[in-house]
């Protein structure tokens, strides 16, 4: 059984930044729990990324995508070899998301774009006549996109059911904080105006995730449903915690051995 052990997953993060040289840890560590809960227990992945009647998981923030190889790689639909030549020359895995590596269902490294995907493939799902679901995962700052509220407009217009928003709710974007950049208020009061069934949670409680998703996919109504989940960016290291210089600071030879020490039971 695939338990998606956090600070396991947080450890993989860092192996993949560590020998990619490479940057956007904090972003990957705050939806850690976020994905561990969605794979551990409601993504429905059949035989496989091939599956074609596997449920899906697009990752709107591709800039985390660190935190789904993590997840991909518990599954074992990528190798040793394959984190460890994370952002090398010839890799599959890139620093964003690429629709190319299996299970992966968006390049994302152009924000706000992911959810009108993941809308696409709930809707088809919907006509088809499908169980599948679509579970989209979206950051806060990524919410300043015009894009993002016509694909929650159109979700809801069509009664996406199968729809499944969570918001990485950190408080950081690239260049400050959520409430600097462009101040979005509650953004569960603002999706159950557009018409979700929405709700907050804290982003890192495993359990009071799981139960939000539970709550989600109960919900009996002909509508979208939607998860603000509350996060830390950086989350697992204290170092990086809130520290938005995270998002774009490598590693180096004493801050990677640092953060495995706190990551290391």
Sequence with gaps: ???????????????MAYAGS???????????????????????LGAGPADPTRDYLVLSKGHGVMAQYACLHELGWLTDADIDRYF???????GLSDAH????E????????????????????????????????????????????????FAAHYRLSNLVLVVDANGFQAMGTTAEVMDLGSLSAKLAAFGFHAQDADGHDEAALDAAVRAALADPAPRPKAVVAHTVKGKGVSFMEND???????LTADTHARAVRELTP
């Design 1 to 15: 059984m695939k338990t998606f052990d956090p600070a396991a997953l947080r450890r993989t993060i860092l192996r």
């Design 22 to 44: 490479t940057v956007h840890i904090g972003c990957a560590f705050s939806i850690v729990e976020i994905l561990a809960v969605l794979y551990r227990s409601h993504l429905r």
């Design 88 to 94: 090398a020359d010839g890799t599959r895995l890139k």
């Design 101 to 104: 590596v299996p299970g992966l």
């Design 106 to 153: 968006v390049t994302s490294g152009s924000l706000g774009h992911g959810l009108s995907v993941g809308v696409g493939l709930a809707l088809a799902a919907q006509r088809k006549g499908t169980s599948q679901r679509c579970f989209a995962v979206v950051g806060d700052g990524e919410s300043n996109e015009g894009s993002i509220w016509e694909a929650v407009l």
């Design 244 to 250: 938005n210089r995270w998002h774009y600071t490598r």
